[in-house]
């Protein structure tokens, strides 16, 4: 904030010549220095990898794990979401504002293709019997066994 600070003049006979012997050979020596050192760490690093860390393209179809549930019940994975686009080590989904990192999701088929595999099962197999929830069991267990405790011998 304020004004700027008051820098004096630089007189035009004080700027270094780079042209001059001294300074020339200085600064090629420097740079002929910073070049063998370059090469020296090329030599040794790594070529940079260009293979992503995941097998997802845009337009894939994915779930997202949940990392944070209330309860032991809710579900693990939300979605499925498209994927919009990708880096080697995140995706971005349609619909959520933020990356996603690719380890964090799980590839799913879409769902018209979901869709079109329920309607052309056989319905034989849409027919499952479902089980009576175990708090209902229990329920039964405890009462046979107050009945049983209840009469008199």
């Known amino acids: 904030m304020g004004i700027a600070k008051r820098l004096p003049a630089i007189p035009t006979n004080a700027l270094v010549n780079i042209t001059d012997g001294m300074v020339l050979d200085y600064c090629k020596g420097l740079a002929d220095v910073v070049r063998s050192f370059s090469q020296q760490v090329q030599?040794?690093?790594?070529?940079?990898?260009?293979?992503?860390?995941?097998?997802?393209?845009?337009?894939?179809?994915?779930?997202?794990?949940?990392?944070?549930?209330?309860?032991?019940?809710?579900?693990?994975?939300?979605?499925?979401?498209?994927?919009?686009?990708?880096?080697?080590t995140a995706v971005k989904c349609?619909?959520?504002?933020?990356?996603?990192?690719?380890?964090?999701?799980?590839?799913?088929?879409?769902?018209?293709?979901?869709?079109?595999?329920?309607?052309?099962?056989?319905?034989?197999?849409?027919?499952?019997?479902?089980?009576e929830p175990e708090h209902k069991l229990i329920l039964k267990l405890i009462l046979s066994w107050w009945k049983m405790v209840q009469s008199p011998l």
């Open 43 to 88: 030599g040794v690093t790594l070529p940079p990898i260009h293979d992503p860390g995941h097998n997802l393209r845009t337009g894939d179809w994915v779930v997202i794990k949940k990392h944070i549930r209330k309860t032991c019940l809710e579900q693990r994975w939300k979605g499925p979401y498209q994927v919009v686009l990708t880096t080697t």
């Open 94 to 131: 349609a619909g959520l504002p933020n990356w996603i990192h690719a380890s964090h999701t799980k590839r799913v088929v879409s769902p018209q293709e979901h869709e079109e595999v329920l309607l052309s099962a056989p319905t034989a197999a849409k027919q499952v019997a479902i089980p």
